[in-house]
């Protein structure tokens, strides 16, 4: 169990992704939207976990993409 939470906090860190307060709804849905973008897309499971290592370099891409960042 301490192993998945590592592992939780450690993807929050590496791809910008964080608990977003209940009180804040103006972010809520956005953070909602991109999770089930990614679910769609396969690049993450119900337990919102990345599936496979080598579509980490893809998530990124995305996550950079989305915040208009490159």
């Known amino acids: 169990m301490a192993q998945r939470c590592k592992m ?3 993807k ?3 791809f910008g992704l ?3 307060p209940p009180n804040n ?3 809520s849905k956005e953070y909602v939207d991109r999770l089930k973008v990614l679910q769609a897309l396969h690049y993450i499971d119900r337990q919102n976990m990345v599936g496979i290592k080598g579509k980490s370099g893809e998530l990124l891409i ?3 993409i989305l915040d208009k960042q490159i």
């Open 12 to 14: 929050r860190r590496r």
């Open 8 to 10: 939780e906090e450690q």
């Open 25 to 27: 709804l103006q972010f």
């Open 18 to 20: 964080r608990e977003v």
């Open 62 to 64: 995305t996550e950079l």
